[in-house]
């Protein structure tokens, strides 16, 4: 795996698990972004995770909107996805 590649997919898995830990669902998700102005639908936002296709900025913003405001993440050696 490129280290391109590999970044794309630690960034989907990021989000997924802290969606999971947070117990929010994409549906509520993309209520959640909806009340901060950001429309996108449940099943947009399942497309951009499982293909990593989203940008920094809207990491942030799907973080914040799960109330995800503190983050650890593995070293790179360390792979679960």
């Known amino acids: 795996m490129s280290n391109q590649n590999e970044y794309v997919a ?6 997924s698990e802290q969606l999971k830990q947070k117990g929010i ?3 509520e998700l993309s209520a ?13 936002l399942r497309k951009r995770i499982d293909q990593g296709t989203f940008s920094a900025a809207f990491l942030l ?4 909107a799960a109330g995800v405001f503190t983050l650890r993440m593995e070293p790179r050696n360390l792979k679960h996805f």
């Open 10 to 15: 630690r960034a989907a898995h990021l989000l």
């Open 32 to 44: 959640r972004l909806y009340a901060n102005g950001i429309t996108i639908s449940d099943t947009d």
């Open 25 to 27: 669902g994409l549906k």
């Open 61 to 64: 913003q799907c973080l914040e």
